[in-house]
Each structure stands twice: as structure tokens, then as C-alpha cells.
């Protein structure tokens, strides 16, 4: 079985954008090649048709064709199909500054409710909203069946280390609540590849002592100066999301340290993520690709659920009994 730590709701990626950013229209592009694999059509047929016409029109089309195709029941049961007993929803809180109000937590909340014990609630904190998105976090946590927080400091414009952040750290180290970080590249055209550099991880361990970070996205492609943490700081945690697996396997791709210390010295470390609906492949998929890695046994099984059910304190004992959900 698996736990999966680093996704989403596909509403959340297929919601259509009323505009892109002409900044950063080559992250939409990237990302519009995968979704529109999802919907049937070849990344060379995308890209034609971008070339031919506008990018938000293109989108519009992917989104109306997988807005159909990724309803919630059908959701509900491809996450069963693939074992999957729980799915992370990262309710990212994005935006330079604090010109909005905190994002929206009660959504995700209701549906925390309504299938219970299949979700993984990440609540979104957003620094330039200061206190009024702590609160929303700190809602969401005690509240709402939130347990754990997700950052994305690259979409701030701040690095993980940065004091803005520190009120967030403080609170998920006094209730004892996880933090997925983004700790990889990003392809905004005029953000620093380096905002999310998984050094600046570093003073937040130091400074919170018993802060537990999941630095999502393996740290590529700096991976042996994640892996250099991950055997220094006991609460520091990775998954391996949003690359496909079958590269991540391949030598020469940045990824040989990962998979080499993966089956010795950071095999309790080592948490599952695919953030399948960025790569544009059905979870099936991912998870065939990742089953040829070079894992033990001992090992795989942590990495599949154990690691995480112990991170996120969910209480399983295999085997588990999927439920079965209204309209599922």
C-alpha cells in the first residue's frame, strides 16, 4: 500500500487560470505538455497547437477535457485501484505579498470530513500574510483534520530560511506537525534557480530542534547536499515527487547518491510523493516505474508507507481495508 505525501486535488491543477503570467508562461507550457498527456493528446500535438494559437486558449481546452475525466469518483477510484490509502491535498496559500486574504482552508476541510481517513489535509501559509495566515494554519490544524503545512518559498520569493517564516516553523514545532517544503528547481523565468536550494533547510533545523521537514522534490539537482542533511539532521525527511521514476533510477541523472543510500543510511528518511498530476501519468503508471527501483524489500515497504505513517502519526496497521465511498 502506499501513502502518498506530495500531491494535490486535480481541480486544483485543471481550475483554468483567468490569465498567465507572461513571466512565467514557459512553467505553464512545461507543465500544459504533461496535463495535456492526461487528456489524450501527444506532447508534440500540444505544442503545435501553442504554436498555432495562445497558450490560455490551449489550457482552456486541456482543463475542459480533464475537469470530465478527474471527477471526484473517478478520483476516489483510481486512489483504491492503485492502493493508494492515503492522498496528500498541498492547499498552497501563493503570492508575493499580502495584497489577498489567506487562502481558503474550509474547502479542503469539508472534504477532510467527508472521506476520512483517505486524505492528508497540508494547510498553506503564505509569510507576506503574517498573522492572519497563521491563524488560518493554526485553524486548520486544530480544527479542520489538517495534519501537516506546505510551503513553496520559490512562489514567495523567499528562501525557506528566511525570518518570515519562522512564526510557521514555531507553531508546526509546538504541535508537533510536519512541514513539506518545496527543496528543488523551480522554472519561474525570473526567480533564482537557487530560492529553494535545500541548504536553506539548514537554520531551520538548527533553530527548531524538533521542527519535522518533508524537502519535497529530492533536492534535485543538488542531491548530494541534501543527502549530506539527511544524514546530519534525525528530522529531516525527502520524497522524490514530480521526477519520473524511471529517470530518477537511470545513472547520470543526478539522482545516483539517492538511490544508492536509499537502501542503507537514509532508508528511514525516505518518504513516497509522485505528484502524478504534474508528471501528466496516472498514479498506475508512476507506481509501475517506481516498483523496477533497486529498493529491498525492508526498505520499499518503509518507503512506501511506513516512513510516512510514522510522520505523520495516521495510525495504520497492514494490511488496511480500503473504504469504500459514496459514488465511488
Known amino acids: 500500500m502506499f501513502i502518498d505525501c506530495s500531491n494535490t486535488l486535480p481541480e486544483f491543477i485543471f481550475e483554468a487560470p483567468k490569465e498567465i503570467d507572461p513571466k512565467n508562461a514557459e512553467y505553464r507550457v512545461l507543465f500544459g505538455a504533461k496535463w495535456a498527456q492526461l487528456a489524450g493528446w501527444s506532447k508534440t500535438e500540444f505544442m503545435q497547437m501553442v504554436n498555432e494559437r495562445s497558450v490560455e486558449t ?3 481546452e486541456v482543463y475542459a477535457k480533464l475537469e470530465s475525466e478527474f471527477s ?4 476516489l477510484t483510481m486512489l483504491s485501484d492503485a492502493n493508494v490509502v492515503y492522498h496528500a491535498i498541498h492547499n498552497m496559500d501563493y503570492g508575493r505579498d499580502g495584497s489577498k486574504p489567506p487562502a481558503d482552508h474550509d474547502y479542503v476541510a469539508e472534504l477532510l470530513k467527508r472521506y476520512p481517513d483517505r486524505f492528508i489535509g497540508f494547510a498553506g501559509y503564505n509569510p507576506h500574510k503574517g498573522t492572519e495566515s497563521l491563524k488560518v494554519v493554526r485553524k486548520a490544524l486544530t480544527e479542520q483534520g489538517y495534519k501537516a503545512v506546505v510551503i ?5 520569493g523567499v528562501k525557506a530560511d528566511d525570518r518570515k517564516y519562522y512564526p510557521l ?3 508546526c514545532e509546538e504541535l508537533d506537525i510536519p512541514i513539506w517544503i518545496h527543496s528543488s528547481i523551480n522554472y519561474f523565468r525570473e526567480t533564482s534557480v537557487f530560492i529553494d536550494h535545500p541548504a536553506n533547510l539548514e537554520a531551520p533545523l538548527m533553530d527548531f530542534k524538533n521542527l519535522k521537514i518533508i524537502a519535497g522534490h529530492g533536492g534535485w539537482p543538488w542531491v548530494p547536499d541534501l543527502i549530506a542533511m539527511l544524514l546530519k539532521y534525525e528530522n529531516l525527511y525527502v520524497d522524490t515527487s514530480a521526477f519520473r521514476p524511471k529517470y530518477i533510477a537511470e545513472a547520470n ?3 545516483d547518491m539517492f538511490m544508492h543510500y536509499a537502501n542503507t543510511l537514509i532508508q528511514d528518511k525516505i518518504v513516497f510523493g509522485t505528484d502524478w498530476l504534474t508528471l501528466g501519468m496516472p498514479i498506475k503508471e508512476v507506481i509501475k516505474e517506481i516498483e523496477a527501483w533497486p529498493l529491498k524489500d525492508s526498505v520499499r515497504e518503509k518507503f512506501y508507507w511506513k ?4 510522520v505523520f502519526k495516521l495510525g495504520l ?3 488496511v481495508l480500503t473504504k469504500t465511498y459514496e459514488g465511488e
Open 307 to 310: 516512513n510516512a505513517n510514522k
Open 152 to 156: 513553496p518559498p520559490y512562489e514567495h
Open 317 to 319: 496497521e497492514k494490511p
Open 169 to 171: 516553523y514555531a507553531l
Open 253 to 255: 541523472t543526478g539522482w
Open 58 to 60: 490551449v489550457m482552456q
Open 72 to 75: 471526484m469518483d473517478n478520483f
